[in-house]
């Protein structure tokens, strides 16, 4: 058992070196979402906080991301999350996209998918309220 423990440690240790890239792609207030379509500043603070990390090029990374393999995970996540719908590059989207990326986003806000449930477990601000889903 004590060496099973050891090599665990030893294991998680040489984890530790492979870091994930935490940079964030450069980001042109011309092409974000909430610039271009002007939206009210209560708004605004509420996408910020709810949907920004994951689906921006303004990513904030918790204290987390340095510890392997949570920080893979978190990373993926964002990746996938940026493929999916980034906000920072809104204005690149044609229309009838942006149109679409729109109302699947009211979709899964308006269901409940969307913060999703890990993230609001350490992202307690990004909590949306049904009257917050309404607006």
């Not at 996408?47 to 090029?57: L, Q, V």
Request: glycine letters at 2%; proline letters at 6%.
């Amino acid at each position: 058992m004590k060496n099973l423990l050891k090599v665990l440690l030893v294991a998680f240790i040489i984890l530790q070196f492979f870091r994930i890239d935490k940079t964030n792609p450069p980001v042109d207030k011309k092409m974000d979402f909430l610039t271009i379509k002007k939206t009210p500043e209560n708004l605004s603070k509420m996408i910020k906080s709810a949907c920004y990390d994951c689906h921006s090029n303004e990513t904030e990374y918790p204290w987390f991301a340095n510890v392997q393999p949570f920080g893979w995970f978190l990373k993926d996540h964002i990746d996938e999350g940026r493929r999916e719908l980034n906000f920072s590059t809104f204005a690149t989207y044609e229309p009838k996209r942006q149109a679409h990326k729109l109302y699947e986003s009211w979709e899964y806000v308006d269901q409940g998918k969307m913060p999703l449930e890990s993230y609001l477990l350490i992202h307690t601000d990004a909590k949306l309220t049904p009257e917050h889903r309404k607006e």
